[in-house]
């Protein structure tokens, strides 16, 4: 089912926002089993790439933070084939938090705009 902005069907724009982030928040909520492991995941990549690369731990963790969110500013970077094998899976464990967001963002949506699962 397409909608477009004339049909009558199309929520009015503070009303849906709101009923959008209810219903996402609640989503969220919901994945917290899966995301909550990986954040614990990226933590204790972080501790263990702390020990590996014999940086301090808030770097470390830093570091593991902002490799699992794709953004790597450079700044600190593994040496050891063990610390280039932790980042990778760093990276990864990052790549599905996004796609549990994004699903649970397009449920949300869905939800939303009053859709059914087959439509």
């Avoid at 902005?5 to 199309?10: M, P």
């Avoid at 770097?59 to 902002?66: K, P, T, V």
């Avoid at 063990?82 to 990864?92: A, D, E, F, N, Q």
């Avoid at 996004?98 to 699962?117: C, E, F, M, P, W």
């Amino acid at each position: 089912m397409k909608l477009n902005r004339n049909d009558s069907k199309w929520p009015s724009g503070l009303k849906f926002t709101a009923s959008f982030v209810r219903i996402f928040l609640r989503f969220l909520g919901l994945t917290f089993p899966a995301w909550g492991a990986i954040l614990i995941a990226v933590v204790l990549l972080g501790l263990l790439f702390s020990a590996i690369e014999q940086h301090s731990m808030f770097d470390s963790l830093y570091f593991m933070f902002i490799t699992s969110m794709t953004i790597g500013y450079g700044d600190i970077t593994p040496v050891t084939p063990s610390g280039k094998i932790l980042s990778v899976v760093g990276g990864i464990l990052g790549i599905l938090t996004t796609g549990i967001v994004v699903a649970v963002a397009l449920q949300a949506l869905k939800t939303s705009l009053g859709l059914k699962q087959s439509d």
